[in-house]
């Protein structure tokens, strides 16, 4: 089977820099004098599932930066929000099946760990799939990493950067997938948009991925699938300076 896939490459490196004249796309910062946006572009496409890939961003610089790299993808110009731009890509693609959606901060990302992600979600029946890794898993393959944990009845788990989708629930669950991203970062506020039930399971650690799964079904009667994966790489984003020199030594 095979998967297109969306690049989301829209936000500026503007907390990485000292001044307005060194911002740039995120998705260009240097590491190891390759683009990051490079390595999840050969992740990608080293994959045997992995067909069409469009990018999300600002054209212009975006294409100029990679275009001493040959990588088989559509840029196209971002719009105003993370969400919208996965709306556009989703349009460009019209794409029949499900959709692989990836950040442009995970350089990491290898494509074992794509391929055993979409392994994991093929032999589950979902509309949405989002793979979560263990604290254990996370800091003995990357000692010193700094990630925003949730703690279930099932493990210490933290998320990935990428997740899988059928495209035909988007309409079903904008405003909510609006604010899950803006809090993405904070596990009791998330609790929240979710009731008062997972809050208090949260808060009491009975919370379990199943009871998750049933919430966001009642709510918006879309079928999501927490997916356990072994590869830290799908979630280790660069968000600060630390996180930066952690994937460049690791690189």
Do not use: H
Request: with cysteine; aromatic share 8%.
């Amino acid at each position: 089977m095979i998967f297109d896939a969306i690049v989301l490459a829209g936000d500026s490196n503007k907390p990485f820099c000292k001044d307005s004249s060194q911002i740039i796309p995120e998705a260009l910062i240097d590491i190891n004098g390759k683009p990051m946006i490079a390595f999840i572009l050969e992740s990608l496409q080293q994959s045997e599932y992995i067909g069409r890939v469009v990018v999300v961003g600002s054209k212009d610089l975006l294409q100029k930066g990679l275009e001493t790299f040959k990588y088989t993808c559509e840029i196209i110009e971002q719009k105003d929000s993370a969400f919208s731009n996965l709306r556009l890509g989703i349009d460009v693609l019209s794409s029949n099946g499900k959709v692989l959606v990836v950040t442009c901060d995970i350089p990491l990302l290898t494509t074992i760990a794509v391929n055993d992600f979409i392994d994991r979600c093929m032999s589950e029946e979902a509309d949405v799939y989002y793979p979560i890794v263990s604290k254990q898993v996370n800091e003995a393959s990357y000692p010193g990493v700094r990630r925003t944990y949730v703690k279930l009845k099932e493990g210490i788990f933290t998320g990935g950067n990428l997740f899988l989708v059928n495209p035909e629930v988007l309409s079903f669950c904008t405003d909510f997938a609006q604010k899950a991203i803006a809090l993405r970062k904070n596990p009791v506020k998330m609790s929240r948009i979710l009731g008062l039930g997972i809050l208090m399971r949260y808060l009491s650690g009975n919370l379990t991925i199943a009871s998750l799964e049933r919430r966001v079904y009642g709510l918006l009667r879309i079928k999501g699938k927490g997916i356990i994966s072994s590869y830290p790489e799908v979630g280790i984003d660069v968000d600060k300076i630390s996180d930066l020199e952690l994937v460049r030594k690791f690189l």
